[in-house]
């Protein structure tokens, strides 16, 4: 018998692991949970990591908790409500606010603008893509209506049917068609 096997097997080398390596490694993934990960881009290029959610969220212009943003009843201030103002300066100053908030208001409308932005490119692409038709499938279409109506079995059987469309497929043909300028053109013409 082997003496490998005798004396309790095969010697194997024992690799030591890099005590350095794997300190990196726990840096980069604290690095990683400190990072902001959000699909809105706007959010995250005004990410404060040293404020709170609440901060960040309210510094952006939006609101993180809709019942304290917009009260249903109104808080009666002691002082403020029951003096008359008169000085146009006091008004003026109340609507432009701080100077924290003045400067908060261009952080704000760079991010509303940002969502506008994509909310606008979002519709864009839920509008769908615009399917237009080949000259001779507009040909068939207008002939297959002025010959049949709204029969797509007869459509199907017709010798002008070279390509052997079902009735289904005649029918979404003609549905995009009828979406089309052409067909809005010649009902102007017709009427």
């Given at each position: ?182 067909y809005q053109a010649l009902e102007t013409v017709d009427s």
């Open positions: 018998m082997p003496r490998s096997v005798k004396r309790g097997g095969k010697k194997i080398k024992r690799v030591t692991k890099n005590l350095g390596n794997i300190a990196n490694k726990k840096k980069k993934a604290e690095k990683n949970k400190k990072k902001l990960r959000s699909a809105c881009h706007q959010l995250v290029n005004v990410w404060d990591k040293k404020r709170t959610l609440v901060q960040n969220i309210e510094d952006s212009g939006l609101a993180f908790d809709v019942n304290k943003s917009i009260p249903l009843k109104q808080d009666f201030r002691v002082g403020i409500d029951q003096l008359p103002m008169e000085l146009g300066d006091v008004d003026e100053a109340k609507q432009k606010g701080t100077v924290k908030k003045q400067r908060d208001s261009k952080k704000i409308a760079k991010v509303i603008g940002g969502l506008e932005i994509e909310r606008q490119q979002l519709e864009k692409k839920q509008e769908g893509r615009k399917r237009t038709l080949l000259d001779r499938d507009v040909q068939f279409c207008i002939y297959m209506l002025e010959r049949h109506g709204d029969d797509y079995e007869a459509m199907s059987r017709d010798k002008k049917n070279l390509f052997q469309e079902t009735p289904k497929q005649i029918q979404k043909k003609l549905r995009i068609y009828k979406g089309s300028p052409y």
